[in-house]
């Protein structure tokens, strides 16, 4: 499944964003948050390490979608794809839509199971229901009804209509049924649109008392209509209203910056760090379009497909750079460019052009683009609007393509602070990081292209610098500062002073870091904590090695099994896991069996709808309903982890019997792989997840069938707290520092310890810094976090003793609420 890091300034937007995301999307969607600068992360901006460890927890080959606010997000999450291993950057993505919507419609998107090609496409058109809803842009071109099919006609009674959170269950809902469903909105007249995208719905611009007409047709259209029938009706399980929402107004202009007290120019944050250098200025012409007609419009056609095709390549091959020198996930922008490129209405529109109206294929192409990008350009939310860069990004390389013009990389000789109007994701993927020192850009923001190399590669970066910057002359003294957001041109002596100290500073500190992660993590009275690592596939696996992990706590398997029409078998899995064990050597790593099912279906598995797939048959729930598949897994994870410190967990685990039952089937897979005298390890430490409330409850009893409980604090808080995490209106209750939550993971530590067991944490809390303290406390002996994070966990671990720990852990389990034990741990940090 494809994983999500939310980058912003502000760590409570981040957190309600997360909550938001949790309520649309299914709770199995890895999402990390990176937010917030300083020691407690209160201050205003954004952090390319905390970026990069973000993508790290959530990385798998299914990829990485990094979504950013504004200013130095953007910078710093490219910085932390620097910071990533090459191998991974060709699955790290970043997308440039607004951070609300388009968190929302990746969300959505990734919980069904789709690739990062299509998250990335779906978030990156985001703003496009609100830009037709405000009637700022064309509206998107209307596919037929089916003119065979089922139809009903409903009336929507939600507050908002189709607003993100029932728009992604009707996108979620529609896309588990094998049918062609088409929405119209028949009281505006707008669409009809594919029921299964979530941009294309919210074009509808359906509110409150609006119809809408749904159109099914295919083996499941009956089942289809019946679910989002029920859905519509059911008013999403909101409340129903009585009367529309105050319409949304645009926000002011940002204005001209204007100097500050200590002669800084007030900018936006977008990485942190401090940078002091010349000034080089990034100018790149547009190029010019032919208008003249043409005489072979077949000819033209041949000739715009091998441009296409070209360009293609050169995305791919620009990926797979990006991917090797900042991370997968920052990579994965150039997904949502391959989805630009191959886009069927911008192929349609440049095809007529050609063939209906005579014009040359760059005339067409160019024509197409413009009527994309002034789409987005319309809408009213600024987030959104940013995703014209991308189309026009795509666009660009076409036109060159097709005009005969090589793109070169962007060097410099000499150190830089490097100024632009924007960087597109081409330009960065080109821009050669050696000699930067620093970027400042009049546009974009956190979530744009330049904001996320720069986060991603520890580049310190600034974006809304004033216009006059594009003016200065090359060379011109400019110092900048990336995690508050400030800007000097030609700084006196005492202020290069200031910025050389505090740069220095900063450099030491991360190197600290890097320098002692190879070093075992033991706290100051010498209690050992194993601080490992989460990993979705190799490159996870080297990375997590490169920052001292001391085993894999968490090997997601879901790689294997998602994106594709069918099953793995044994062999493909076996080569796979083989890859990985020996890239750990002699370090454990805990293979999780699939956790896939109910919100993450398989396209090869033949499931009934499920009213709450959260709650249904996924997990170890659906391996064991289909024991052909888990028994060729474990086959293949017994193969590979010959000679190999191996050790199997199952997911999703609610009572004794389901336990029991599987290692029943892991006993008789190794019966048979000894009766064909296949070398194979046994025995291994079988161990189980401890995501919901009656695992916990029930550790004590279960502690005797298990060598270890690894507890997964995304889904534990969800269920504990009866609140999914997307949910919007329930931001306090996503953070996993809730009392009820420790107190949960209190009682799994003490039935362990009283069994002679032992627990990890695998959840997003395990890299939470503010946190770890609170986790040793309560007993937990084992963090499994994203590798880029590790050195940094290690760090805190240091800090105290375990004593000090335990009674800290105790105080604050008596907490009122989340935010209260989240204070408490911040300041038991300091």
């Not at 009585?242 to 200590?262: I, W």
């Not at 194979?680 to 279960?702: D, K």
Request: hydrophobic letters at 45%; glycine letters at 8%; charged letters at 20%.
């Amino acid at each position: 499944m494809v994983g999500l890091v939310l980058v912003s300034h502000s760590r409570a937007l981040a957190h309600a964003l997360l909550a938001l995301a949790r309520q649309v999307a299914s709770p199995e969607v890895p999402i990390a948050v990176a937010a917030g600068v300083g020691t407690d992360r209160l201050e205003f901006g954004t952090d390319a390490v905390e970026i990069h460890d973000a993508i790290e927890n959530v990385y798998s080959a299914d990829g990485v979608l990094v979504l950013m606010d504004l200013g130095s997000a953007i910078l710093s999450a490219e910085m932390a794809l620097q910071l990533l291993p090459p191998e991974k950057h060709a699955h790290i993505r970043f997308c440039p839509a607004p951070l609300v919507e388009g968190t929302i419609t990746a969300a959505v998107q990734a919980g069904l199971g789709n690739s990062l090609d299509t998250v990335f496409t779906e978030a990156s058109q985001a703003l496009l229901p609100k830009l037709e809803q405000l009637g700022g842009a064309p509206a998107p071109t209307s596919a037929p009804l089916p003119t065979t099919g089922q139809e009903i006609t409903l009336a929507l009674r939600t507050a908002h209509g189709l607003h993100a959170r029932p728009a992604a269950k009707f996108v979620q809902t529609a896309g588990r049924f094998d049918a062609t469903i088409f929405v119209r909105n028949q009281t505006t007249g707008k669409g009809p649109v594919s029921a299964k995208s979530l941009n294309a719905l919210a074009t509808l611009g359906a509110l409150f008392g609006h119809e809408i007409t749904i159109v099914a047709d295919g083996p499941d259209a009956s089942n289809a209509l019946a679910a989002l029938t029920h859905l519509v009706q059911d008013n999403f399980g909101e409340r129903e209203s009585s009367a529309s929402p105050t319409p949304h107004r645009e926000p002011h202009p940002t204005q001209e910056a204007l100097p500050l007290q200590n002669g800084a120019l007030p900018v936006v944050a977008i990485s942190e760090g401090i940078a002091l250098g010349p000034l080089a200025r990034l100018v790149a012409p547009p190029p010019t379009v032919p208008e003249h007609p043409t005489d072979n419009p077949a000819l033209a056609w041949d000739r715009f497909e091998a441009a296409l095709a070209q360009v293609s390549q050169d995305i791919r091959t620009r990926r797979d750079n990006v991917a090797a020198r900042a991370g997968r996930e920052e990579a994965g922008i150039f997904d949502a460019h391959l989805l630009i490129l191959n886009d069927p209405d911008l192929l349609t529109q440049a095809q007529t052009q050609i063939t209906a109206h005579g014009m040359n294929e760059a005339h067409a192409w160019h024509t197409a683009i413009q009527t994309a990008q002034a789409a987005y350009l319309a809408l009213d939310d600024p987030y959104l609007r940013q995703r014209a860069a991308d189309v026009g990004d795509v666009g660009e390389q076409v036109l060159r393509a097709l005009l005969g013009e090589d793109t070169a990389p962007l060097t410099f000789s000499t150190p830089v602070i490097l100024a632009a109007e924007d960087l597109t994701p081409t330009q960065t993927a080109q821009l050669d990081i050696t000699n930067v020192l620093g970027l400042a850009t009049v546009l974009g923001g956190p979530t744009s292209h330049s904001a996320i190399l720069a986060r991603s590669l520890g580049i310190p970066a600034v974006s809304s610098a004033p216009q006059t910057i594009m003016a200065l002359a090359e060379g011109t003294l400019i110092g900048l500062d990336g995690g508050r957001g400030g800007l000097w041109v030609s700084p006196s002596e005492s202020v290069q002073a200031e910025l050389n100290a505090r740069r220095e500073a900063w450099l030491a500190q991360r190197a600290q870091w890097r320098q002692t992660s190879q070093q075992p993590a033991l706290t100051t009275d010498g209690h050992p904590i194993e601080i490992v690592a989460n990993v979705g596939n190799l490159a996870d696996a080297r990375a997590a090695m490169e920052n001292g992990a001391e085993g894999i706590g968490l090997l997601r398997t879901e790689f294997l099994f998602l994106s594709r029409t069918t099953a793995p078998d044994e062999d493909e899995q076996y080569h796979a896991l083989r890859d990985i064990f020996e890239t750990m050597g002699d370090r454990p790593v805990i293979v999780r069996t699939m956790d896939v099912g109910g919100d993450k279906p398989l396209a090869y598995i033949s499931q009934p709808v499920e009213a709450n797939p959260f709650l249904g048959v996924r997990g170890l729930r659906l391996s064991l309903q289909r024991p052909d598949l888990f028994s060729t897994q474990l086959r293949a994870i017994l193969r590979a982890g010959e000679g190999y410190p191996v050790r199997i967990m199952f997911p999703m685990v609610s009572n004794v019997d389901e336990v029991l039952r599987a290692r029943q089937i892991l006993s008789e897979t190794h019966t048979m792989l000894e009766t064909e005298g296949l070398p194979h390890a046994w025995p291994v430490e079988t161990g189980i997840m401890i995501e919901v409330p009656s695992a916990a409850l029930l550790a004590p009893i279960l502690a005797p069938h298990v060598d270890f409980f690894s507890v997964g604090t995304n889904d534990l808080t969800q269920y504990t707290l009866a609140a999914e995490r997307g949910n919007p209106n329930l931001p306090g209750f996503a953070d996993a520092l809730h009392p009820a939550v420790l107190k949960l993971i209190w009682q799994v530590a003490e039935a362990a310890r009283a069994a002679g067991k032992w627990v990890g944490v695998c959840g997003e809390l395990a890299g939470d810094p503010v946190a770890a303290p609170v986790l040793i406390g309560l007993g937990v002996k084992e963090l499994s976090l994203n590798p880029a994070g590790i050195p940094r966990i290690k760090a805190v671990v240091r800090k105290s003793t375990f004593a000090e720990a335990q009674t800290f852990a105790q105080t604050v389990l008596l907490a009122e609420d989340a935010p209260s034990a989240r204070k408490l741990a911040e300041n038991f940090l300091v």
